[in-house]
């Protein structure tokens, strides 16, 4: 069976439907950083469970009119760094598998990368990490508005809930608010742990 080419974006901790795709065995996957950098979508933000329900989590960056994803740098002018892991642990302490992974999450806030695609694109490489996952991909080498691969580029909105339907599985705070689907991946692996892959191979 011939391997399918997609064009993704890279998120900050991107939702479950996010790595739906990028773990399709047969996806060819490469990640899109010469496009524009568009407002108000997951490429500065993660959804958590929080306490009081979905928590966004959002990375400032600094503003300079247009610019290609990958030019894009993070600012520091506030210690968001340190508020986005206060509020990551506050919601996952008590979750079956925060405390074995804890650690390797921590690097995500202890360190300064200057653009937000390299920031993003640790966060991936953690997140394969934890999961014992090698998949390999690739990076654009300039902008295609007509991609000859798959373009999933538009297809993730932060704003509009995915109609997909996600199996629920435990979170910690279900008991109080219900199940809420399609959070950040740090919600799954922080709930389900190493069966994490499997939850995703599955949808």
């Known amino acids: 069976m011939k391997n399918m080419k997609v064009v993704l974006p890279l998120f900050y901790f991107p939702p479950i439907s996010w790595f739906k795709e990028f773990l399709k065995s047969d996806n060819e996957v490469v990640l899109e950083q010469f496009e524009h950098f568009p407002k108000q979508t997951y490429r500065n933000r993660t959804n958590i469970y929080a306490a009081n329900g979905k928590l966004s989590l959002i990375i400032p960056t600094q503003h300079k009119g247009k610019q290609a994803?990958?030019?894009?740098?993070?600012?520091?002018?506030?210690?968001?760094?340190?508020q986005h892991w206060k509020s990551i642990t506050s919601a996952y302490q008590a979750s079956p598998y925060?405390?074995?992974?804890?650690?390797?999450?921590?690097?995500?806030?202890n360190s300064q990368p200057k653009t937000l695609f390299e920031l993003n694109l640790k966060c991936l490489e953690i997140v394969l990490d934890i999961l014992k996952i090698e998949k390999e991909f690739s990076?654009?080498?300039?902008?295609?508005?007509?991609?000859?691969e798959e373009d999933f580029r538009n297809e993730f909105s932060a704003k509009v809930e995915s109609e997909e339907v996600f199996p629920e599985y435990y979170q910690t705070f279900s008991d109080k608010d219900g199940f809420i689907k399609n959070l950040?991946?740090?919600?799954?692996?922080?709930?389900?742990g190493p069966e994490s892959?499997?939850?995703?191979n599955n949808l």
């Open 197 to 200: 892959r499997a939850y995703i």
């Open 184 to 192: 950040s991946v740090l919600d799954l692996i922080c709930n389900l």
């Open 139 to 148: 990076l654009s080498s300039d902008y295609e508005s007509l991609p000859a």
């Open 98 to 109: 925060f405390e074995y992974y804890e650690l390797k999450l921590a690097k995500i806030f």
């Open 69 to 82: 994803m990958k030019d894009v740098e993070i600012s520091y002018a506030e210690d968001w760094q340190k």
